[in-house]
């Protein structure tokens, strides 16, 4: 179990600042990103860190615990097995979403005061937790560049790095032969999966082709700026309808089951968020290769996706920064007070994307740090009028 032997300290770390603290870990995430075995590496470290600890862990994916489907008998099962411990009883709930009025149950549970709870499900939506402060959620993300590095024992070679832009992070990959009729036939069960249990089960779905239509247009088109519009007209269809409003209720599915994320524009000179057209982004670039045959591996959406993905993980507010006469700006970032602009290029050995990358970074107000990222012609990390030139390995390996 990879994720059980190597530690995810990106989320490790901070949620250890929150043990014992009176609020709800919430872990979600697309499905088979790690959510489980994070909850598992959690417990571990409860178990390190106090002697005796009172654990109780229940798991919905077991038959020991299928009974379990309301929120009062899971508070009635909970409260059985603990009444005659003493102290803190830190709780382990998987796939919480089983459980229907889940929300409703752990606010009964937080508020007796006796149980540090940390829960995991697949296709919790913003919705089901919202805002609230009485829980705290982490976005599980598929392994970084460098957890598969070190999951993978893999060199920081160009090799390694074109394996990971094709195959993407899950970490179950760790447990397979890295070849591509074996990874491509496991990533094609994983996305079936997903779709069959977070998508259409869920949300009771019938138009499937649709549904595989869209995805495979929004894998082609990732990183390209798009409305509800332009997606229904090139995907009407003779022997269905098609809305605008379909389009924006399928694509608002694949959001929640965390397998797409949406990336709203912001003008960059006036801060101000912009309607209409935005970008989308793959949670796993792999499943997205899968889903379109592995064409357009190497071009400058994958790169962006893959940097997207970085700058989430290091708990950036990213957006699409729109620049004079129709101009782009890749990533527009804000973490507190701390602004970074980001543009991305495939080779800037090639003359006209970094003419390109450059003007649209020295459109960048001077109030955050600039940075332009590319996979080839970079050489040494560099400063150029004020902007920092990287190369993408080295940005996704080291920070």
Not at 57 to 73: A, G, M
Not at 84 to 110: H, M, P, T, W
Not at 355 to 372: F, M, Q, S, T, V
Not at 378 to 383: A, F, H, M, Q
Request: hydrophobic fraction near 35%; include cysteine.
């Amino acid at each position: 179990m990879p994720s059980q032997n190597i530690p995810r300290n990106i989320y490790l770390n901070e949620i250890k600042l929150l043990l014992g603290k009176d609020i709800v870990k919430v872990f979600r995430g697309i499905r088979g990103a790690g959510k489980s075995f994070l909850l598992n590496q959690m417990l571990d470290v409860i178990n390190t860190r106090l002697d005796n600890a009172t654990i109780l862990h229940i798991n919905k994916d077991s038959d020991t615990f299928k009974h379990i489907k309301s929120d009062s008998r899971l508070i009635k099962y909970i409260q059985q097995k603990c009444k005659r411990s003493l102290g803190l009883v830190y709780l382990f709930i998987d796939e919480i979403q089983e459980i229907s009025n889940c929300k409703q149950a752990l606010e009964y549970l937080l508020s007796e005061g006796r149980y540090d709870i940390y829960c995991a499900g697949d296709n919790i939506s913003d919705s089901l937790f919202g805002s609230d402060e009485l829980f705290k959620q982490f976005l599980i993300l598929p392994l970084s560049y460098s957890e598969n590095l070190e999951f993978h024992e893999l060199p920081n070679t160009m090799e390694s790095f074109q394996l990971y832009l094709k195959y993407g992070g899950m970490p179950y990959m760790k447990n397979l032969t890295l070849k591509h009729d074996i990874v491509d036939r496991w990533l094609k069960r994983s996305m079936s999966n997903i779709f069959l249990k977070d998508v259409i089960e869920r949300e009771k779905l019938r138009n499937i082709e649709f549904l595989e239509r869209l995805i495979q247009y929004l894998g082609i088109n990732m990183g390209t700026l798009l409305t509800a519009d332009k997606i229904q007209r090139a995907l009407r269809s003779t022997s269905y309808k098609i809305s605008e409003g379909l389009v924006h209720k399928y694509i608002g599915y694949l959001e929640e089951a965390d397998f797409i994320m949406g990336v709203k524009r912001v003008n960059v000179k006036t801060r101000k968020i912009m309607s209409g057209r935005g970008k989308y982004y793959f949670t796993d670039i792999g499943m997205r290769n899968s889903s379109i045959g592995y064409s357009y591996l190497e071009t400058k959406q994958s790169l962006e996706n893959l940097v997207y993905l970085e700058l989430i993980r290091r708990k950036y507010e990213v957006k699409v920064g729109q620049l004079k006469e129709g101009k782009l700006l890749d990533f527009v970032c804000e973490r507190g007070d701390e602004r970074l602009y980001v543009q991305v290029e495939m080779d800037i050995d090639y003359d006209p994307a970094y003419e390109r990358g450059k003007a649209a970074i020295a459109e960048a107000p001077n109030d955050g740090e600039k940075l332009l990222l590319a996979l080839k012609g970079v050489g040494n990390e560099r400063r150029v009028d004020d902007v920092g030139v990287r190369n993408i390995m080295s940005f996704l390996r080291d920070g």
